[in-house]
């Protein structure tokens, strides 16, 4: 016998499957109110909100909750611009005082660090200064360095690698191969084209070392460093200068010995160090003359004197700096290395 609730059962009559939510809310339809929930609140999707965001007929700390929060905490009143305006300068006004000058003991440590410095000055990475160091090839002031992270002034001590001093950043050096026509000074009243024509666009005052006439060309220096331009143009330091000029010939085998004792000038003797001929086709010769002097068309002057003019005039070194490949109007700056052995032969 099966019971009245089974598969074939009838539901009674009247009942609504959606149960007794689906009468409430047919029931409010009916009525024109909107659906609501079990507690009388409208559904989310049927609320009106107002321009504060919050849902008619409930507090802006939530429904029954008596303006708090979540968690029940009452809610905060919004702050003023001005008020945080006020706070903010009250921020920066405490933390944009003066710091305390502290003792040395707690402050930084003076000077830089002998691996940075040697960086810098373009010796190689930090760490193959570092190897530099380690292996005893950098000196301080006449003291060979083996420990890492000695600090040292760059504008005061002196430093060297290999024996030879290394250049700080505050110090330029260049060559320039002066073309024919350019005056020697770093500005000309007459409007010439000069070496400042080549240095116009650095920010550091550069002067040249030493001078050559406008109608021979060659190498010449430009640094600030007046200590070094003073000692490579003082007869003191023999820093020796290499020409090639040429000539017409024939030229007599006593030539060079006549130039190594002595022309007299105008101005007094002058003598070469050294004099060869380098090359000679037919009546044309090009010849080499070394000398420490640097007086005013030294070179001319002397061939001259000795019965040869010059016809063209060049300067291929300067104390150990050659021209080498070096094109004429091209400036370029001095390797570590040159400037330290420029420094070396003045005894810096």
Known sequence: ?????????????????????????????????????????????????????????????????????????????????EYDAQLEERTRARHDKPQRALPKTFGEQEGERLQKVLARAGMGSRRACEELIDQARVEVNGRIVTEQGLRVDPEKDEIKVDGLTVATQSYLFFALNKPVGVVSSMDDPEGRQNLGDYVDNRETRLFHVGRLDTETEGIILLTNHGELSHRLTHPRYGVKKTYLAAIQGPLPRDLGKRLRNGIQLDDGYAKADDFRVVENTGKNYLVEVVLHEGR???????????????????????????????????????????????MKEVGL
């Open 1 to 81: 016998m099966r019971s009245s609730g089974g598969r074939n059962s009838r539901k009674p009559s009247g009942s609504d499957p959606r149960g007794a939510g689906g009468k409430r809310d047919a029931q409010q339809r009916r009525q024109g109110r909107p659906r609501s929930d079990e507690r009388g609140r409208p559904r989310p999707e049927e609320r009106r909100y107002e321009k504060s965001g919050t849902p008619q007929g409930e507090r802006p700390g939530g429904p029954g909750k008596g303006g708090r929060g979540r968690g029940g905490a009452p809610s905060r009143p919004a702050r003023s611009r």
């Open 296 to 342: 005013k068309h030294i070179v001319r002057r002397m061939l001259s004197e000795a019965g040869f003019p010059v016809d063209k005039l060049v300067r291929t070194r300067f104390g150990p700096i050659a021209l080498g490949d070096q094109k004429s109007g091209w400036l370029r700056r001095l390797t570590n290395t040159e400037v330290g052995m420029l």
